[in-house]
């Protein structure tokens, strides 16, 4: 299945970029050094439709196709990977609310989330099990009319600025992933403990925590979808995660790439910009090379994101995660070298870059996992 990109795309590009350019760019190095989650940004962010565009116009959001989802991805994190993420992070869970929540959720819900006036959370990792979904412990054991949530998450983005979210949770203990169930938990819920995690190597800017879940109770209505159905349904986004994730890379690597740029056509060495040193333009035009051909296949997969369970798709989108997160490092650690020593400290965004690239390595499935897939699918 190929991909074109239409007169519409370029709007949505020029809008995001314009947002970016604007409003993110001039305080990214502030919020990176401060880690402070940019609520105004995200409110600011809905009036154009880039939180959670891919929500239906009915609840407030855009209908934003896959292709046009990823370039508001993209050009969020070119602008700054860290208020990117809290932006781009806005609606976690959304997706699973919107294709298996009942009505009242969707209603109550998702145009507060599009309107920017409160953040999601999608809770599944856990200290020990991580690439393992079918492996967690929290619980959730029903009693009456309600359900009983005991556990612990980790790695949850929004964990602490969010309202709501969406939660796994074993409730057939012992049947691996036939015995998960995803739920809908409002944040203010007796018994449910964030802790911020502010130690990290990037995204600094976006909110991640640990979750203490003792003893919350939630009403049987907010199951969503079907009891033990969790990891099914959980299973028809994974290849959007990982789109999404690929976008957010190529957006990472495409900013690290403008500074080393416009770097190089500025700093004068020799009597002349380095970038005429055959050394130096070469460099840039491998790392050129490599983000456009990352962006193309994280689009192809995009194309495929509404046939999520198909095989191609699943190879698609791990593919281009595994292409464009590997490519998004590389190309900041060449950045930086286009510097030299003026890239290794904080007066210059590439060494940001470089960190909060990282991180895309890792999250919605390890390169590892990744290979894991596309060999599946291969052989």
């Known amino acids: 299945m190929s991909f074109k990109l239409d007169g519409a795309h370029d709007a949505v590009r020029r809008a995001v970029r314009e947002f970016g ?9 502030e919020h990176d050094e401060s880690k402070e989650y940019p609520l105004d940004l995200r409110k600011k962010a809905a009036e154009y439709d880039f ?17 046009s989802r990823s370039i508001v991805t993209e050009e969020l994190w070119r602008a700054d990977p860290g208020i990117g993420s809290a932006i781009g992070s806005a609606g976690f869970g959304s997706s699973m609310i919107l294709e298996y929540g009942d009505e009242w959720m ?3 819900w998702l145009p507060r989330i599009t309107a920017g006036e409160s953040a999601s959370f999608s809770a599944i990792s856990e200290p020990a099990h991580g690439s393992n979904v079918a492996g967690m412990e929290t619980t959730a054991e029903k009693e009456g009319d309600e359900w009983v949530i ?44 964030p802790t911020k995690i502010d130690n990290k190597l990037g995204i600094r800017a ?28 959980l299973m028809e986004f994974f290849a959007a995660g990982r789109t999404s994730v690929a976008a957010q890379a190529v957006g990472a690597a495409q900013g690290a790439l403008d500074a080393a740029r416009d770097y190089a056509t500025e700093r004068e060495q020799f009597d002349q910009p380095i970038s005429e040193f055959q050394a130096v333009s070469h460099k840039i035009a491998e790392m050129a090379t ?24 699943v190879k698609l989108a791990s593919m281009a ?46 390169s590892e996992i990744q290979k894991n897939i596309i060999s599946d699918r291969l052989l």
């Open 206 to 233: 976006s909110d991640l925590a640990e979750i203490q879940l003792n003893g919350v109770r939630v009403p049987e209505e907010n199951v969503i979808g079907g009891v033990d159905k969790g990891f099914y349904q």
């Open 51 to 67: 939180v959670a565009p891919s929500v239906p116009e009915e609840y407030g959001g855009a209908g934003m196709d896959p292709i």
């Open 21 to 29: 350019e604007e409003e993110i760019r001039p305080v990214a190095k």
């Open 321 to 366: 995660k595994l292409r464009a997160s590997e490519m998004a490092v590389d190309v900041a650690d060449e950045a930086i070298q286009v510097h030299g020593g003026a890239g290794y400290v904080t007066d210059h965004p590439v060494e940001r870059f470089f960190r909060d690239a990282r991180i895309t390595k890792i999250y919605e499935g390890t």
């Open 106 to 108: 969707k209603e109550e």
């Open 150 to 193: 005991d556990g612990n998450k980790t790695w949850i983005t929004n964990g602490t600025v969010a309202d709501v979210g969406v939660l796994m949770a074993k409730t057939s203990p012992g049947e691996g992933h036939r015995g998960i169930t995803a739920f809908l938990v409002p944040a203010d819920s007796e018994g449910f403990v």
């Open 290 to 313: 490599d983000v456009e051909a990352a962006r193309s296949l994280t689009y192809r997969a995009a194309s495929h994101v509404a046939e999520a369970t198909d095989d191609e798709a």
